[in-house]
């Protein structure tokens, strides 16, 4: 199994920044992609960006030239910095893993999921 700890929300005032983190641990083989989806109330969980592990990313419109993913391979880690924050980006943020894991001789495929963590845009 793989377990994904997030870390780095809270509260922020509009035009402000945050730093999201997000560590994946377990019986990891591989990691093929993390990223973050947000869910605000009401409505469905969008992608807010993604990130392979050659390093190639994928932003929603909405936070394109404000938010920047990375990723630190060694640690299986992998961030969300935002910028320019907004009330609209109030959400709670969800990490995912695209991820092999090897048991016994086989390779399993999946996605793994983070607990949330709540970002609050507000004045």
């Known amino acids: 199994q793989v377990q994904l700890v997030e870390s780095g929300g809270g509260l922020v005032q509009p035009g402000g920044s945050l730093r999201l983190s997000c560590a994946a641990s377990?019986?990891?083989?591989?990691?093929?992609?993390m990223g973050w989806y947000h869910q605000a109330p009401g409505k469905q969980r969008e992608l807010v960006a993604s990130?392979?592990?050659?390093?190639?990313?994928n932003y929603a419109d909405s936070v394109k030239g404000r938010f920047t993913i990375s990723i630190d391979n060694a640690k299986n880690t992998v961030y969300l910095q935002m910028n320019s924050l907004k009330p609209e980006d109030t959400a709670v943020y969800y990490c995912y893993a695209d991820a092999e894991t090897y048991r016994s001789g086989t390779y399993y495929p999946g996605i793994y999921w983070g607990q949330g963590t709540q970002v609050t845009v507000s004045s």
């Open positions: 990130i392979t592990n050659g390093g190639s990313t």
């Open positions: 377990g019986s990891i083989f591989s990691i093929n992609a």
